[in-house]
């Protein structure tokens, strides 16, 4: 099956845990997040939320929070019924001397990817900024 991936990492030099409370403080996001219009609901454990991106500005791409290991690892997927299309995007933080390797990581896969894979923006630049802004939030609080 084919997918299509974009990926961007760093590494932070603050706690796993502050990086963790600013990754899950949703209503946060537009500050640090240059792509975020906004974020809606609580990003916990089985909860849908809405995000928001200037990329597609005033929809809102509902997305389940489907992992949640807090200070190490998030998932959150949304997409098509039956899988026709899916997105899962991934926050992984594992540790490194003082602070830690983050990476962000989204991968887009399901029969309609041939025919909805043309209209996706490049994520790549969104993408580094997203980490760069955490970074930068995280290494300056």
């Known amino acids: 099956m084919a997918i299509k991936e974009f990926a961007a990492a ?7 845990e502050k990086i963790w409370e600013i990754l899950t403080n949703g209503a ?8 975020c219009e906004k974020i809606e609901g609580e990003i916990a454990a089985g909860e ?4 928001f ?3 597609s500005p005033g929809r ?9 290991e807090p200070a190490a690892r998030m998932v ?9 299309f899916r997105g899962e995007r991934s926050f992984t933080l594992t540790p490194a001397g003082k602070g830690v390797n983050f990476q ?17 923006p490049d994520m790549t630049g969104p993408f580094q900024e997203f980490v760069a802004g955490l970074k930068a939030r995280a290494e300056a609080k």
Do not use: C, H, Q
């Open 104 to 120: 962000l990581r989204e991968v887009f896969s399901g029969p309609m990817l041939f025919l909805i894979g043309r209209s996706l």
């Open 10 to 16: 760093a590494t932070i030099n603050a706690p796993a």
């Open 60 to 68: 809102a791409f509902p997305v389940k929070v489907a992992e949640f």
């Open 53 to 55: 991106t200037k990329l």
């Open 28 to 35: 946060a996001y537009p500050e640090w997040d240059p792509y």
């Open 48 to 51: 849908t939320i809405r995000a």
């Open 76 to 84: 959150w997927t949304g997409g098509m019924p039956l899988g026709l």
